[in-house]
């Protein structure tokens, strides 16, 4: 399985940027994908998940509202529409994915595969 995100950028505060996260040999059907990011000195956290089989959606309250995942089925990728970006969702952005039926959407140990980080960088 390999997870490939792509998508980061430098963006004005207010603005927005889509991150996509290209899946091989999974199935997104079949299990959970997830969006964490990590900041500079700062631990790794849950931005948003989607549960393939009912397009079932979570999300931090950080990104309520601001924030929306999605999968595209013709591209086989899990996409976050990111907008009214403030400063503090500088990070990078990881996409991760497991087949487990049942999971904590937001524990990053539920999932086993991970792509690479996208730079996302909101300036003020």
């Known amino acids: 399985v390999q997870l490939q995100a792509s998508g980061g950028g430098l963006v004005q505060s207010g603005g927005s940027l889509r991150l996509s996260c290209a899946a091989s040999?999974?199935?997104?059907?079949?299990?959970?994908i997830a969006w964490f990011r990590q900041a500079p000195g700062k631990e790794r956290e849950a931005v948003s998940c989607?549960?393939?089989?009912?397009?079932?959606?979570y999300y931090a309250e950080s990104v309520k509202g601001r924030f929306a995942i999605s999968i595209d089925d013709a591209k086989n990728t899990v996409e976050l529409q990111m907008n009214s970006l403030k400063p503090e969702d500088t990070a990078v952005y990881y996409c991760?994915?497991?087949?487990?039926?049942?999971?904590?959407?937001?524990?990053?140990?539920?999932?086993?595969?991970w792509g690479q980080g996208t730079l996302v960088t909101v300036s003020s």
């Open positions: 991760a994915a497991t087949g487990s039926s049942k999971i904590l959407w937001g524990m990053s140990q539920e999932y086993e595969y």
């Open positions: 040999e999974f199935t997104l059907d079949d299990g959970y």
């Open positions: 989607i549960y393939g089989r009912r397009r079932t959606t």
